[in-house]
């Protein structure tokens, strides 16, 4: 199973740790304007050398919610990352992935925002020449291992705040004046929705999940996909690096109590699973 994170700029990549991992996803695909975002065209370059050295495959992240108006800048950061190397590029929109295997022949992980939620459709997307495919997170687990049957790889969402749904617009900007920061300042403040006892995280342009979704204890219950993501986007310098750490002996040595207490002290909202479980996804099945 390989393990891996997301990591939305240079500054970011040097502040942490990725020695846990084995893949990066490079850039913020949220939002154009996020500061230094390697999903907007910025050091691209650099970044894939550093994981070179780190002995990291290195993804390249496109913006989510592209309009026709986004295309050229979108091909714009593929050239840019074709030139870089990267071994592959994370896709949302169904006509970007499409266009990138037919003229580029590249490496195609289509990400979660990109709403697979049937095999019969994995299978139409892997015929298309798509390696990876990142279920729709509203997905149980039987229905996760289904879209595996087809034979592409699989890569899941195993601790961290999981996308609900993006605008192509930012809901935040609203609120500049009240807040006392301006874009692109914002994202770096600990936002959040609060009503009753749901609270949601806005992030750029997409609504994030308060809590994490935790899948720590049944790590067994998703042995048969490829990979196994840490969401760690909009969290704090440290969170990747401690979360990467206790997944990475749970993946080599079992369970450990006192990583697991770990990760709830880590989780400022508190554990779910998501909706692995045919559950509400702020709902936490212990094992």
Known sequence: MELTT???????????????????????????????????????????????????????????????????????????????????????????????KDEYDARVHLGGLANVYTASTAELLYSLGIDRIMPAYELPIED????????????????????????????????????????????????????????????????????DVCMYEHLEKLKFVDAARVEALSERVGYREEVGRIYRRRIEKGFDKKDFLKLIELAEIGLCNGFYFNKAGQIYVSR
């Open 6 to 100: 997301n990591v939305p700029n240079l500054e970011s990549m040097s502040e942490c740790s990725l020695k846990h991992y084995d893949g990066i996803y490079m850039g913020m695909p949220y939002c154009w304007d996020y500061e230094g975002s390697f999903s907007s065209g910025n050091d691209i370059e650099e970044g894939v050398e550093l994981l070179r050295e780190l002995g990291k495959k290195a993804y390249l992240s496109l913006y989510a919610a592209p309009r026709n108006k986004d295309l050229e800048r979108v091909f714009y950061v593929v050239e840019l990352g074709l030139e870089a190397k990267v071994d592959a590029f994370e896709v949302f929109n169904l006509g970007v992935a499409k266009k990138i």
């Open 144 to 211: 996760v291992e289904k879209i595996k049957e087809v034979g592409v790889e699989v890569e899941v969402v195993i601790h961290g705040k999981i996308p609900l749904g993006i605008s192509h617009e930012c809901f935040v900007k609203r609120f500049e004046r009240e807040i006392g920061k301006r874009c692109p300042k914002l994202c770096k403040e600990k936002l959040w929705y609060k009503s009753e006892d749901l609270v949601l995280k806005p992030f750029g342009q997409v609504t994030l999940s308060g809590k």
